[in-house]
């Protein structure tokens, strides 16, 4: 079983969901939730998470929750509110409730601050309400999240592309800080920084022993793919089936491991009903 733990999706209807002023566009006729169904079916792809992107809608969590409440078997909807607006934690509890939503993706409020009043309240109707927090942020924050995560010790919460680590100079770095908030064992590692990291295309090789180290770290039960879709917008270097094949050939993993990594982690996190 394979599971996109991180696909971003874009509605074709820009009447009926209205998109941001200068928005991030894909390429024409890719990032529809048809167009990711095409790719699942092509590379023998099960469920996948639907994430919101900020990018195009913002707050607007419209078409993710009538994509997921269309689509229970086979999406997890992940949305993303706005920290900073003492609404949100409601919202969220709506949008679980009504549209079957499983996740969240954090991010910090305007001040830049992760460890917030606003992201606390957030983390809190996400512990309520059963919902998995995807926290988007870069190395900087790394300290603001360890406060977090011991204040949320019974949240499951993700590391979205591993506060993207790249090739370089200052991997170590952002890699060395990873790996030291696997101690927090409701963390779990999002892979999806290897087309993004890489300073070449597919298969990403000098990425590789830097999503090894993470996987050492965490261990494949707290390790997820995701695809980046639509890749012709976020991984133009790498296609979503050499993304996969990455985790299905490439990397040097046990059998069991990269079951985990490429299905079960997710399934337990975002498919089982809690």
């Known amino acids: 079983m394979v599971i996109d733990t991180h696909a971003h999706i874009y509605s074709p209807d820009e009447k009926k969901y209205p998109v941001i002023e200068k928005p991030l566009r894909p390429p024409a006729g890719k990032g529809s939730l048809e167009h990711l169904r095409q790719e699942m079916a092509a590379n023998g792809v099960e469920g996948a998470c639907l994430i919101q992107v900020s990018t195009f809608y913002r707050f607007d969590n419209r078409y993710i929750c009538d994509s997921a409440a269309a689509n229970p078997k086979w999406t997890a909807g992940v949305c993303t509110l706005d920290p900073d607006d003492p609404h949100s934690p409601g919202l969220l509890k709506h949008y679980a409730e009504k549209y079957g939503l499983r996740g969240m993706r954090s991010i910090p409020a305007k001040n830049g601050r992760l460890d917030h009043p606003g992201v606390r309240a957030l983390w809190k109707a996400a512990t309520e309400a059963g919902i998995v927090i995807n926290v988007l942020i870069g190395h900087e924050k790394a300290a603001e999240l360890e406060t977090m995560l011991a204040a949320f010790r019974t ?99 046990k059998d069991a491991d990269r079951a985990q990594i490429l299905g079960g982690t997710a399934q337990k996190l975002w498919f089982t009903r809690k």
């Not at 390790?223 to 990397?251: M, N």
Request: charged content about 20%; proline content about 5%; glycine content about 8%.
């Open 155 to 253: 949240l499951a919460v993700v590391l979205d592309h591993c506060m993207n680590i790249k090739a370089g100079a200052g991997m170590q770095t952002v890699l060395d800080k990873v790996v030291r908030l696997a101690r927090f064992r409701n963390l779990n590692a999002k892979l999806t920084f290897l087309p993004t990291g890489s300073a070449g295309g597919y298969p990403c090789a000098d990425m590789h022993a830097a999503c090894l180290k993470v996987i050492e770290a965490y261990g494949s039960s707290r390790c997820v793919w995701g695809s980046d879709f639509p890749c012709e917008l976020w991984t133009p270097k790498v296609s979503y089936a050499e993304h996969l094949r990455i985790f299905q050939k490439d990397l040097p993993l």
